[in-house]
C-alpha cells in the first residue's frame, strides 16, 4: 500500500496531453451587467489537488488564480440584478415564457462547446474522475433541457382560463425577485446550475458566485452568459464569501437565497438579512444518511450499493451514505467483503482509466479525517481495513472504521471524505432512535428482504428524512424526483419542476364574469396586447 501510494502523483510529463494544463490560467474576467469586466487588483491563486512529481519533490501545482472582488464589485453585481428586475416592470421578468426559453437555449448551445475544457477544469481542480466529470457535464445539459421541457408543459396547462363561484380567472407563474445563487464545490456545475437555471428562465435576475473550489471551471462559460442573456440578468462575482456575499445579504435586496453548502454558513448568511419575512431560502445543507443492513439482507448488494454509496466520488457527496448500521449476526461476513471491495477500488489521477480513488480538493482535509480516526481509536474503534487511512499530500486511502458507538465524532459529525463508520446493531430501535434524534434527515437506505421489518423502519422513517432507499444506495436522482430534506439538511424541494416553482410564485388575474368583462379579456388575448393574459400553446 505504501509503494501504491508512493506512485500515486503523476510526473508532469506522464499526464496525457489532452488533460494537461501548461500555464496558470490567469482569470481576471467577472460579469456584472452584461460587460466582461477586467479585474486588476489581487488574485486568489487555484492549487489542484492532484500534486505533480519533479525530481525526488512532489508539489502543488498551480493551475491559475481567480479574482478577489470586493463588497464594492459585489454590490455593483447587485446593482445590475436590481435595475434589470426593476421592481418586476424590467425588460426579464416582463418577457413572454417563449422568450426567456430563446434565451436559455442559446445558452445550452453555446454551453455545450465548451465541454472538454470544463470538464478538464472539474478534474485539476476538485479531483473528479474523467468519467465523472463528463457524466456532470452531460447531466448539467440535460438538465437544462429538461427543465425548458417542464416549463413548456407547465406553461401549457396555465394557458387558460378558468371559472368559478361567477369569477373569471388566469392563474400563472411570475418571478420572486433578485436572487443570490450560490453552489458547492463538489458538484460546481450540477449542483450550481440547478438553481441557477431555474431562477434565471422564470424570469428571476441573479447574482451568482461560484463555489470555493471548482471556480475557474466557469470561465469558459463567462461569454455564453453574457452573450445569451440581457445585460444585468446575470452577474458573475468572485472573491471572499464574507467580504462579497454578506454586503449583499445586508442590503436587503436579495430577494430568494439558493444556497447549497453547510447550515451553519446558511444561517449565519440568512442573519444577515434586514427583512427576513421577505427572503425565500432555498438550501441544500448537510447530511448524515445512514444505511441500515438487516441480517436477512442480500449482503454481496448491500455491499456493492454501500461502496458506491459512500466512495463514490471519495464520499464527497451531500447524499452519500455517511454511517452504516449493520446486524450484529452479519457484521463480519459483511465487513470482511466491504473491505476487499475497498481494497479492489484503484486509486489514482482523475484521468486515468479505471480509478476511483482521487485526491481531496480542501486543504486540511487528510488531517481532518486523521482527526476523526484517532478520535475513534480513542474510544474502542479501530482501522479494520488494509492500508485504510494511509496518506500523502491530498491523497487519504478509504478507512472503515469498526466498531463506532455514540462517544464518536464519526457517530454524529458529517464526515465528508473517505472515512466508514459502521455501526453493529441488535436491536432495530436502536437505528430509528438514531434517525429520529439526528440533526439531519436527508435520506436513508434499508437492506433487506423481510418485509414487515423494512415496512416497520420505513414508516419509522418517513417523517424524518427526504427519501428512503430501499436495496439501493442513496441518491439524488432521476432529476424527475424531488430532492429535499428535513431538519438542518434542506429548506425548499429541487426537482425539474419543483426548482421552477420555487422560484416563482403564483400570481392570479381575475374578474367578474360579466359580459363586459369577459369581452375585456378576450380583447387583451386575442390582441396580444398582454404578456401574462395569454391562452398561447408552447410546442
Not at 479574482?67 to 455593483?76: D, G, Q, Y
Not at 449493520?326 to 465487513?335: G, L, P, T, Y
Not at 367578474?512 to 395569454?534: D, G, V, W
Request: proline fraction near 5%.
Amino acid at each position: 500500500m505504501s509503494e501504491r501510494l508512493a506512485n500515486v502523483f503523476p510526473a508532469e510529463s506522464s499526464i496525457p496531453e489532452a488533460y494537461r494544463i501548461a500555464q496558470p490560467i490567469e482569470q481576471r474576467e467577472y460579469l456584472i451587467n452584461g460587460e466582461l469586466k477586467t479585474w486588476t487588483g489581487s488574485l486568489n491563486p487555484i492549487l489542484s489537488p492532484v500534486y505533480v512529481k519533479e525530481g525526488d519533490a512532489i508539489v502543488a501545482k498551480n493551475i491559475g488564480s481567480t479574482p478577489l472582488l470586493t463588497s464594492k464589485e459585489a454590490l455593483e453585481a447587485l446593482d445590475g440584478a436590481v435595475k434589470a428586475y426593476a421592481l418586476g416592470v424590467g425588460f426579464w421578468p416582463t418577457r413572454s415564457v417563449t422568450e426567456r426559453i430563446e434565451h436559455v437555449e442559446k445558452f445550452l448551445a453555446a454551453m455545450r462547446k465548451q465541454r472538454a475544457e470544463v470538464v478538464k477544469l472539474l478534474m485539476w481542480e476538485i479531483g473528479k474522475t474523467l468519467k465523472d466529470s463528463e457524466k456532470e457535464f452531460d447531466r448539467t445539459c440535460d438538465y437544462i433541457a429538461d427543465t425548458i421541457k417542464v416549463y413548456k408543459e407547465m406553461d401549457r396547462s396555465a394557458a387558460k382560463l378558468v371559472e368559478d363561484q361567477g369569477y373569471t380567472a388566469q392563474i400563472r407563474r411570475v418571478p420572486c425577485g433578485v436572487a443570490l445563487c450560490m453552489g458547492p464545490y463538489n458538484y460546481p456545475l450540477n449542483e450550481t446550475f440547478s438553481t441557477l437555471i431555474p431562477a434565471l428562465i422564470m424570469g428571476n435576475t441573479v447574482v451568482f458566485k461560484p463555489a470555493k473550489y471548482g471556480v475557474l471551471l466557469i470561465r469558459p462559460l463567462l461569454e455564453a452568459f453574457r452573450d445569451s442573456f440581457p445585460a444585468g440578468v446575470i452577474n458573475i462575482i468572485y472573491g471572499r464569501g464574507r467580504e462579497t456575499v454578506g454586503a449583499l445579504m445586508e442590503t436587503g435586496l436579495i430577494d430568494v437565497f439558493a444556497f447549497i453548502g453547510t447550515n451553519k454558513g446558511a444561517n449565519e448568511l440568512k442573519k444577515l438579512h434586514p427583512k427576513s419575512h421577505r427572503l425565500k431560502a432555498v438550501l441544500g445543507l448537510d447530511a448524515k444518511n445512514p444505511a441500515v443492513v438487516l441480517p436477512d439482507a442480500d449482503i454481496a448488494n448491500a455491499v456493492t450499493e454501500c461502496i458506491t454509496g459512500s466512495l463514490s466520488f471519495n464520499g464527497q457527496r451531500c447524499t452519500a451514505l455517511k454511517i452504516l448500521f449493520v446486524h450484529k449476526s452479519i457484521a463480519a461476513d459483511f465487513i470482511a467483503k466491504f473491505n476487499k471491495a475497498v481494497g479492489d477500488l484503484k486509486p489514482g489521477m482523475p484521468w486515468d482509466a479505471g480509478v476511483s480513488l482521487t485526491p481531496l480538493p480542501e486543504p486540511g482535509k487528510v488531517e481532518y479525517l486523521n482527526g476523526l480516526v484517532e478520535d475513534a481509536r480513542k474510544h474502542g474503534g479501530a482501522v479494520v481495513n488494509d492500508g485504510g487511512g494511509e496518506h500523502l499530500h491530498s491523497f487519504f486511502f478509504p478507512a472503515v472504521v469498526y466498531p463506532v458507538n455514540d462517544k464518536m465524532k464519526l457517530y454524529t459529525e458529517e464526515q465528508f471524505g473517505p472515512v466508514i463508520p459502521i455501526v453493529p446493531f441488535e436491536n432495530d430501535q436502536e437505528v430509528i432512535d438514531y434517525v429520529v434524534n439526528s440533526n439531519f434527515g436527508q435520506q436513508v437506505s434499508i437492506f433487506g428482504n423481510d418485509s414487515k421489518r423494512v415496512a416497520h423502519l420505513m414508516d419509522a422513517f418517513v417523517n424524518q428524512v427526504g427519501r428512503i432507499n430501499l436495496n439501493t444506495q442513496s441518491q439524488r436522482g432521476p432529476d424527475t424526483f424531488p430532492f429535499n430534506g428535513r431538519k438542518d439538511s434542506a429548506e425548499g424541494t429541487l426537482s425539474v419542476s419543483d426548482a421552477l416553482r420555487v422560484f416563482s410564485i403564483r400570481t392570479i388575474v381575475a374578474t367578474k364574469s360579466t359580459e363586459e368583462n369577459k369581452q375585456m379579456m378576450s380583447t387583451i388575448i386575442r390582441n396580444r396586447e398582454s404578456a401574462f393574459l395569454s391562452t398561447d400553446y408552447i410546442f
